[in-house]
């Protein structure tokens, strides 16, 4: 006689609720996809690289933004700015006291906290509209703050940032970077995970789904408003590190309002709500604009590349590519790619009875 597995949810307590694997094959997928990434240099090209360490920075500071926007309820149109601020941070901390990078890039984290919590204060008694507002201001007078800070910023100059070293061995090339940033990156998301997991976690969906409600259990809605602007802050400010020093590079001219509109459309994207949700949709971002390169070249090589009215709108295309994935998203898919890989393995799971 086969063997029955049983057909449901069969969790009974609080701990079988918050697992963070809800099955041994996640766990395993999970350490797997892990050490295939640690292969992958092995026989990715630079060009490759160069776009995993992209998803890994900025799959990061999207995770912080989502704490904010899809676990808490609340809005940013700053994050960007805070992003910029992780990354001049880490710069001046390793150029003006000789601290490690590897040290640096927390502590730029936790600067970057300290600011982002100043500019949460006005969330413990506005929302909505009134706060998308006031995170516009944040992201203008971080921007005006980085024009006119020399001495953290180097004004219209830029900073530099010292590469990665660890024990006297520099990551200074792509594929040697590459292991830093995925290093970070699980850390990172392990720790999001488990945050979301533990009693601060649950006050901040709390707070998100009903913040009458979360102050009738006892739930302190100005403490978590500001905590999850300092945990999103956080966030922005590792990737803003990561970013700085691996480009060996920071300009003021990188952190601007459309470089927080694109966050904002990466958890839209990837799910709003969603761990797994927030790298879907930084990888969706970061390689939607190469496949569109990609397409706009191929069409140019045929026949119809010949014809200017094709080529230019092609060209347009290609600019509009990003805001036109939002917009679709929204209108088609507004609980992202995460909701829709829960439902491709739920069809599976219940395969031949999936209705």
């Given amino acids: 006689m086969a063997k029955m597995h049983p057909c449901g949810d ?97 502590l730029a984290g936790l600067f970057t906290t300290a600011v982002g919590m100043i500019f949460g204060i006005p969330a413990a008694r506005i929302k909505g509209l009134y706060l998308a507002i006031a995170t516009l201001a944040s992201q203008f007078i971080l921007q005006d703050f980085f024009n006119r800070a020399e001495w953290f910023t180097g004004g219209a100059s830029g900073a530099s940032a010292s590469p990665f070293s660890l024990f006297g061995f520099d990551f200074d090339t792509d594929e040697r970077f590459y292991f830093v940033a995925l290093a970070y990156f699980v850390i990172m998301y392990v720790l999001a995970a488990n945050l979301l997991r533990t009693r601060d976690g649950r006050a901040f969906v709390a707070v998100r789904d009903h913040y009458l409600s979360a102050e009738i259990m006892g739930i302190n809605l100005t403490k978590y408003r500001i905590l999850s602007f300092g945990v999103s802050s956080f966030y922005a400010g590792v990737g803003g590190a990561l970013f700085g020093h691996y480009l060996g590079f920071v300009s003021v001219e990188g952190f601007d309002i459309l470089l927080s509109i694109q966050f904002l459309g990466m958890i839209i994207i990837g799910g709003l709500g969603s761990v797994m949700g927030s790298v879907l949709g930084a990888a969706f971002l970061v390689l939607l604009p190469e496949i569109m390169e990609y ?56 395969y031949p009875f999936s209705y």
């Fill in 10 to 106: 069969f969790r009974t307590s609080y701990r079988t609720d918050a697992t963070l694997f809800p099955t041994r094959i996640s766990l395993y997928f999970c350490i797997a996809s892990i050490i295939a990434a640690c292969f992958a240099p092995l026989f990715l090209d630079i060009y490759l690289l160069n776009l995993a360490i992209q998803i890994a920075y900025l799959g990061i500071a999207a995770l912080g933004l989502n704490i904010l926007v899809g676990f808490t309820g609340q809005i940013s149109l700053g994050h960007s700015a805070f992003f910029g601020f992780g990354a001049f941070a880490s710069a001046w901390i390793n150029n003006t006291t000789g601290i490690p990078v590897f040290l640096c890039i927390p």
């Fill in 295 to 350: 397409l706009v070249g191929l069409v140019g090589s045929t026949s119809w590349g010949n014809i200017p009215a094709i080529t230019s709108g092609l060209a347009y295309f290609k600019e509009m590519a990003i805001g036109l994935a939002i917009v679709l998203f929204l209108i088609f898919e507004p609980d992202g790619l995460a909701h829709r890989w829960k439902q491709i393995k739920a069809y599976w799971k219940l």
